[in-house]
């Protein structure tokens, strides 16, 4: 069974960076598809953030281009999402995802960004 | 960016009622390899989305076939005939087909 599992810090305070892991179990995230990581905002606002490919390439939503990376460990069959000099407007649900379509999906964990 | 607008924002049924949901694409969904990348997902309380259409019509694995998804083009549509309670969220359309992706804003099953 796939499965996916967001870990990071819950909270992180403004214009410092938003770190968090997705494990991945029962795929080798190498083997096929992208990985994405979308949030969710208070409210019902959806967004796709980026991926990064089987092959390691990355693709990011250009809203975000300057201030986010997502990078992978394949020995760990992890891969990461970074999104610098946050503000408040940051503050979501993150989940990463198995995809597109987008068939797996993380727990989520809540950011907020707040000092 | 492509806007998808959905509507309605809220949809109030009875159990075992037919709804329907629409979605609105800006611009064609239609990819340069003939395929149109419209997804449906549903957000329940308390979990995370999950995959229901993919490719405008197709139903995910196990998705049960009161969930029929339609369109072409700009227009599309999910219909969910026979309302159960476990059918009761947020749904939102998601397009693939043009960067970035992007989802609806989503509309609220919700009893009557």
């Known amino acids: 069974e796939i499965q996916l599992q967001e870990s990071g810090p819950g909270l992180v305070k403004p214009s410092q960076s938003l770190s968090l892991t997705c494990s991945v179990t029962?795929?080798?995230?190498?083997?096929?598809?992208?990985w994405s990581w979308i949030r969710k905002f208070p409210g019902n606002k959806m967004e796709w953030m980026g991926y990064?490919?089987?092959?390691?390439?990355?693709n990011y939503n250009p809203s975000l281009k300057i201030r986010i990376s997502i990078t992978r460990d394949t020995s760990k069959n992890q891969f990461f999402l970074q999104l610098n000099s946050v503000t408040t407007e940051d503050t979501a649900t993150y989940y990463c995802?198995?995809?597109?379509?987008?068939?797996?999906w993380g727990q989520g964990t809540l950011v907020t960004v707040s000092s | 960016d492509v806007v998808l607008t959905q509507t309605p924002v809220a949809q109030p049924v009875t159990l075992g009622d037919q709804a329907s949901i629409s979605c609105r694409s800006s611009?064609?969904?239609?990819?340069?390899?003939?395929?149109?990348?419209l997804e449906w997902y549903l957000q329940k309380p308390g979990q995370s989305p999950q995959l229901l259409i993919y490719k405008v019509s197709n139903r995910f694995s196990g998705v049960p076939d009161r969930f029929i998804g339609s369109g072409s083009g700009s227009d599309f549509t999910l219909k969910i005939s026979r309302v159960e309670p476990e059918d009761l969220g947020v749904y939102y359309c998601f397009q693939a087909t043009h960067d970035p992706n992007t989802f609806g804003a989503g509309t609220k099953l919700e009893l009557k």
């Open positions: 029962g795929y080798t995230i190498t083997s096929g598809y992208d």
């Open positions: 995802v198995r995809g597109i379509p987008f068939a797996y």
């Open positions: 990064i490919s089987n092959s390691g390439s990355t």
């Open positions: 611009q064609s969904l239609v990819h340069s390899n003939g395929n149109t990348y």
